[in-house]
């Protein structure tokens, strides 16, 4: 594979995958069939994304750096032409028909249309600052474009005109759309969240966190799971789109960022930017971990599973809720370790995959324990046993960003609370709950004043510093210096300023659970003889 691959895309028939690699200005082909690069197509600076007709015969390649889309035959994998877009393009989106290409500018405030008849530009439509993702709803009359401004954009394709403003999470960047266009999921990178809009009323019915620097999403071919990569903990969330809460997370390679689902619904194809490769992560059984208890929802994925008569886990029979021809929904009897999943039809019995059985989770402690009301991005280290495949952390009723995982910890950050307080901590794995410890909010610390403001670059000032929730201070700096101090009261600090190499005027810092708060104090230079 190239450098930092991003965007990836399967042609309609799933025979090849096509791997925009951005740091080696190539696009990658992969054979499906034996998973192998059998070609790797030159283009311009910074391609980020593959767009593929929906006949498969073109591919349709923004190239970021050089403000280009690259139009390639793929009867062929040679070049066609490179249309100019100007600078930032960035994802492209095919109308159902063929006909238009729609390019976002994450550099401006614009969409370009392409006409494919005559591989040239013939609208451009604005929409809000840092244009980033785009997607066409089945029926082609709308195109919706996620702006990391904040917005997610409809466009009128009759017109090529913005119908509709969304406001949705914080830093809305990627989207996918339902095979019948009623809702379109938005990653937002900065709130570490999904956004469910109605295409109907255009408007978010519903929120789902996912974990830490969310990127592509995509959905089964059947509409019943969302998959969204996150970079943060190399993850992919698994959402049930039915309750709209994630039931599994995935591990990655490092960094994914470009996600294609297999047409059959049996795996998908994760691009692992920081890594170079390009994973394929198994969809089959989904999810694939649950509790020692059993209960848990399991949906099957494969081919010839009409009328099917049993499903084991391991040798324990589980129990039918839905089947069809390429799909069964069981519940998981209950179990232990690592069992085959079977399914039994009147063609005979096959293995579609396996299934885990997690232990409860246990939680034996939390640095720091305590951080302000308004939320931290400070990392927030929990301890414990069986935490891998961590689903949810919850301080009280606010959710924490998972950020990291392993088996014995979970690293997160924690969101704006209601209330300053002390809270329960409650890790969520597919084995079950944990909770037992607690975090406590508290009050944004200020500092209203520094006296003396001044003093010698020798250090040595005794320096009285006010402010509100000092109580707990745990640090004082005078530009990034370590400097002794002693705690007065919760308004009231005094501190020695150590000495500094240069004259100026420079930040106080105080570190304490309700924030990093700072003054200001200027050092002086003593006289020259």
């Keep these: 594979m190239g450098n930092t691959p991003q965007g990836i895309t399967l042609t309609p028939d799933g025979a090849r995958a096509y791997v925009a690699n951005r740091g080696s200005n190539t696009v990658s082909v992969i054979d499906t069939a034996t998973n192998t690069v059998t070609d790797t197509l030159a283009t311009g600076a910074g391609p980020t994304d593959v767009a593929i007709s929906p006949d498969g ?133 900065g709130s570490s969240s999904v956004s469910v809009i109605d295409t109907a009323t255009n408007t978010v019915t519903d929120t789902i966190g996912v974990s830490a620097q969310p990127r592509f999403p995509a959905l089964s071919p059947d509409g019943s799971h969302l998959y969204v990569l996150n970079a943060g903990p190399d993850t992919a969330s698994v959402i049930d789109t039915a309750t709209r809460t994630v039931v599994e997370n995935i591990g990655t390679g490092d960094g994914p960022t470009g996600l294609a689902v297999f047409p059959d619904g049996t795996h998908a194809y994760v691009s692992n930017a920081n890594a170079g490769t390009v994973g394929v992560m198994v969809t089959t059984v989904i999810p694939d971990q649950g509790s020692r208890a059993g209960g848990t929802t399991v949906t099957l994925t494969g081919h010839h599973l009409a009328n099917a008569t049993a499903v084991h886990f391991g040798t324990a029979r589980a129990v039918i809720t839905a089947n069809t021809a390429t799909s069964v929904t069981v519940t998981s009897p209950a179990g232990s370790g690592a069992v085959p999943v079977t399914v039994t039809t009147s063609g005979g019995t096959g293995t579609l995959g396996s299934f885990y059985y997690m232990p409860v989770p246990a939680l034996t402690g939390i640095s720091p ?67 037992g410890l607690t975090y406590t909010y508290v009050d944004q610390s200020t ?54 190499a240069t004259a100026g005027t420079f930040d106080v810092t105080v570190t304490t659970p309700g924030g990093t708060p700072a003054g200001a104090f200027t050092y002086v230079s003593g006289p020259d003889i």
């Design 447 to 500: 500092v209203t004043g520094v006296s003396p403001g001044a003093g010698p670059t020798t250090g040595g000032t005794a320096v009285t510093i006010t402010g509100t929730g000092l109580t707990d201070t745990e640090q004082v700096t005078f530009h990034g210096t370590p400097a002794p101090f002693a705690v007065v009261s919760d308004t009231t600090l005094t501190a020695t300023s150590p000495p500094s």
């Design 369 to 435: 324990d305590a951080g302000p009301v308004s939320g931290s991005d400070q990392e927030i280290v929990i301890t414990g046993r069986n935490l891998a495949g961590a689903i949810d952390v919850y301080f009280g009723t606010t959710r924490a960003v998972i950020q990291r995982v392993s088996d014995t910890q979970v690293t997160v950050t924690a969101a704006r609370a209601p209330a300053p307080g002390a809270v329960a901590v409650t890790v969520k794995t597919s084995g079950g709950s944990a909770d």
């Design 57 to 189: 015969t073109r591919a349709y390649v923004t190239v970021f750096d050089d403000g280009l889309v690259s139009v390639f035959d793929l009867a062929s994998d040679t070049l066609i032409t490179d249309i100019p877009v100007g600078a930032g393009a960035t994802v492209a989106a095919v109308t159902p028909d063929g006909t238009r290409v729609y390019v976002t500018r994450q550099t401006t405030d614009t969409v370009s249309v392409i006409d494919t008849a005559t591989n040239t530009v013939t609208g451009t439509v604005t929409v809000g600052p840092g244009a980033t993702g785009v997607v066409v709803t089945p029926d082609g009359t709308r195109a919706y474009v996620a702006s990391f401004s904040g917005s997610v954009s409809v466009i009128d394709t009759a017109t090529n005109t913005v119908v509709a403003t969304i406001a949705a999470g914080d830093v809305p960047i990627l989207l996918a759309v339902s095979s019948d266009g009623a809702r379109v999921y938005v990653t937002n990178a």
